[in-house]
Structures are given as structure tokens and as C-alpha cells.
């Protein structure tokens, strides 16, 4: 399994190149995940659900399980967070983990870059960026520059890096 990571500051629309990215390599035959870092505490559970419940009880796993699809909640009761590649040992085998956040993991990344939101670019100092996707136009920038708003050019783009898609 390939893993590249879509990396920038907050608002630079990383959500919405992964949302654009998927059906793209789809079309070219690439299975893809996805794996999301959050600051934030993330429960997929309601209070007074039963998976709620159990996990509030004292549980470190609770699995939900339905027809058409299934959900793994996992407490870490004191253990540390785990980083990319445990959570990935965990992930169904596909052809490629586009990974969200993590910008400071030593992973290949494209970094999603707006000069308008007047962030510094991350490139310079991540020797793991290998292209930079950006809704202007950059120089100097040591990578490929790769147009944000075309969708098409960046899963080309990953397709051909990684040998990915229809052989």
C-alpha cells in the first residue's frame, strides 16, 4: 500500500482535493483510503447509544457492525497516540492511503498551498514534499507545482509517481 500524505495549514482546502482526488483515481483503477488527523476529539457514537455505552464502561475496542458498512472505535486508555503506519497496519489493503494532517510525519506529501491565505509554504523545510498543489502560480519552489483546481492533472500526476492505476 502507497501512502502520501495532502499536507497544509488550515484552510488551504486539503479536505476538498481529497474529496476531488478519490473519484479521479477511481476512474483510473486505484483503490483508495483515506486517514484524517484531527486536534479535535472525534466520537462517531451518540450519547445513550449502546456502542457508546460499552465504550464509557471500560472497553478499549467497540466494534459496530451493519449491512453495508462498519466502524471501529478505539479508546487509548492512557497508551499514546498512534501514528501513521500503526493506524494504517489497520486499514484494509488498497492501492493507496491518501492521509490528511500529519503535515510533520516523514511521509510523501503534496502540499496544498494558497498564497492568499498568507501561510508559509512548507516545502521548503519538509525534504518529504513532492509536489506542491497551489491555486497560483509559484517559481522557485524546488518540486512540481501542480494546479489545485485541476483534479484530473494531480491523480495523473500520483498514477505515474507511484506506478499506480490500470497496467
Do not use: Q
Not at 450519547?47 to 487509548?76: I, K, Q, T
Not at 503535515?103 to 513532492?130: F, Q, S, T, W, Y
Amino acid at each position: 500500500m502507497k501512502l502520501l500524505g495532502i499536507a497544509g495549514y488550515s484552510g488551504s482546502g486539503k479536505t476538498t482535493l481529497v474529496e476531488r482526488l478519490i473519484p479521479e483515481l477511481r476512474r483510473r483503477g486505484v483503490t483508495v483510503s483515506t486517514m484524517k488527523h484531527t486536534h479535535h476529539n472525534v466520537s462517531i457514537d451518540r450519547p445513550g447509544s449502546v456502542s457508546r455505552a460499552l465504550r464509557d464502561a471500560g472497553a478499549v475496542d467497540v466494534a459496530a457492525a451493519a449491512p453495508d458498512r462498519w466502524a471501529l472505535m478505539h479508546e487509548h486508555r492512557g497508551a499514546p497516540e498512534p501514528g501513521v503506519e500503526a493506524l494504517a497496519r489497520r486499514m484494509a489493503p488498497v492501492d493507496l492511503l491518501l492521509v490528511e494532517g500529519f503535515k510533520r510525519h516523514g511521509h510523501d506529501k503534496i502540499e496544498v498551498h494558497r498564497p492568499a491565505n498568507r501561510k508559509p509554504m512548507l516545502c521548503g523545510g519538509d525534504p518529504h514534499i513532492v509536489a506542491v498543489a497551489s491555486d497560483a502560480p509559484l517559481s522557485g519552489v524546488g518540486v512540481p507545482v501542480l494546479d489545485l483546481n485541476d483534479a484530473a492533472a494531480i491523480a495523473d500526476f500520483i498514477v505515474a509517481r507511484y506506478g499506480l492505476g490500470r497496467r
